[in-house]
């Protein structure tokens, strides 16, 4: 059962261990640049930047017309947005 789901995210997302390295890396980067320019976000700020940087990482690594990547983001976005007042 396990190896099944994991056959068929690959098939969507590629192989964990490239989306992985991809994913720290943007996160590295962007966490790097808040620091250098002693910006400080919320945890749901943060939490969804990250998730939006792992749904960028498996983008770039896996199918980028799986639509569902594109909503997640979406609704990451939406979340601090409602967070923020909006």
Same mark, same amino acid.
């Given at each position: 059962?396990?190896?099944? =789901?994991l056959e068929e995210r690959g ?8 989306? *992985? &390295? @991809? ?18 976000? =919320? ?13 960028? *990482? &498996? @983008? ?14 979406a609704g990451y976005a939406t979340?601090?947005?409602?967070d923020l007042g909006g």
């Amino acid at each position: 059962m396990i190896e099944q =789901t994991l056959e068929e995210r690959g098939k969507t997302y590629g192989k964990f261990k490239d989306t *992985a &390295r @991809i994913s720290q890396t943007l996160k590295s980067y962007v966490a790097t640049e808040l620091r250098n320019q002693g910006k400080v976000l =919320t945890n749901t700020q943060r939490e969804s930047m990250e998730m939006i940087l792992h749904k960028i *990482a &498996r @983008i770039v690594n896996g199918d980028p017309n799986y639509d569902d990547s594109w909503r997640d983001i979406a609704g990451y976005a939406t979340l601090v947005v409602k967070d923020l007042g909006g």
